[in-house]
């Protein structure tokens, strides 16, 4: 199984940055995918969720208007376009996929760097 995330980066407030996770070695169309970040001395955090079909997508409330998480079940592919970032959006963020069968499983990627500065 893997997770892999690309795209991240230093970026000036206001500016986009579009995170890409390219999923290997499970059926990722049967997955529930997730985008987390985490901060420097924070918990890690949830910031958007997209259902296994594509048609469902929730978002936490800080970046509600300005990510928009979409999923590409061909290609195994899950990106978090971001947009208006702010400094507070600075954070490693993580591609996890997630199915509840008998037990919950969880799958995540390594992590990319986003740094929103001037």
């Known amino acids: 199984v893997q997770l892999v995330e690309s795209g991240g980066g230093l970026v000036q407030p206001g500016g986009s940055l579009r995170l890409s996770c390219a999923a290997s070695g499970f059926t990722f169309r049967s997955y529930d995918m997730s985008w987390y970040r985490q901060a420097p001395g924070k918990e890690r955090e949830l910031v958007a969720t997209?259902?296994?079909?594509?048609?469902?997508?929730s978002y936490t409330d800080s970046v509600k208007g300005r990510f928009t998480i979409s999923r590409d079940n061909a290609k195994n592919t899950v990106t978090l376009q971001m947009n208006s970032l702010k400094p507070e959006d600075t954070a490693v963020y993580s591609c996890?996929?997630?199915?509840?069968?008998?037990?919950?499983?969880?799958?995540w990627g390594q992590g990319t760097q986003v740094t929103v500065s001037t």
């Open positions: 996890n996929a997630y199915r509840k069968l008998l037990v919950p499983i969880n799958y």
């Open positions: 997209i259902t296994s079909t594509g048609g469902s997508t």
